[in-house]
């Protein structure tokens, strides 16, 4: 029997990573639900907010824009940076170790899914000096 609160999850029911450039809130994981090839959740970005320039070391990431609009740079083959305005509805593909960043440039947030295959890159944002736990709001 499948525990269907481990297959439907929302945002809000799960504890976020929160910075001062805004939160993600892992969806999918293996620590969530038991996700064992990829991990995914939702990223909100106020207004003039974004994650800097970094990589995910061993893996590749899908970043898909819910609402909202930003720029997102991702570098190329040679490490040089290709930006491009992005909105509700656009897929972007961050190649296995790739640097990339994202910024809202729009004057409402942003809004993202994310998926990094394998699970596991996201963890080492608990490292970064501005992280907080957001409580889920269903605790």
């Not at 609160?5 to 504890?15: A, L, N, T």
């Not at 910075?19 to 959740?41: C, I, K, Y």
């Not at 970094?54 to 898909?64: D, M, R, W």
Request: aromatic residues 8%; proline residues 9%; glycine residues 10%.
């Amino acid at each position: 029997m499948t525990d269907k609160s481990k297959v439907f999850v929302y945002p809000e029911d799960v504890s976020a990573f929160g910075f001062d450039w805004g939160r993600l809130a892992l969806t999918v994981a293996p620590e969530v639900n038991g996700a064992e090839r990829f991990s995914g959740g939702v990223v909100d970005l106020p207004s003039g907010q974004g994650h800097t320039r970094h990589n995910h070391p061993g893996a590749e990431e899908i970043i898909f824009v819910i609402s909202g609009h930003g720029e997102q740079m991702v570098e190329d083959e040679q490490g040089d940076p290709v930006v491009a305005k992005v909105g509700p509805g656009c897929t972007i593909y961050v190649p296995e170790s790739r640097f990339h960043s994202t910024l809202n440039t729009g004057d409402q947030p942003m809004q993202l899914f994310v998926v990094y295959s394998p699970a596991g890159p996201e963890l080492v944002l608990r490292e970064l000096p501005d992280f907080r736990l957001v409580p889920a709001a269903k605790d």
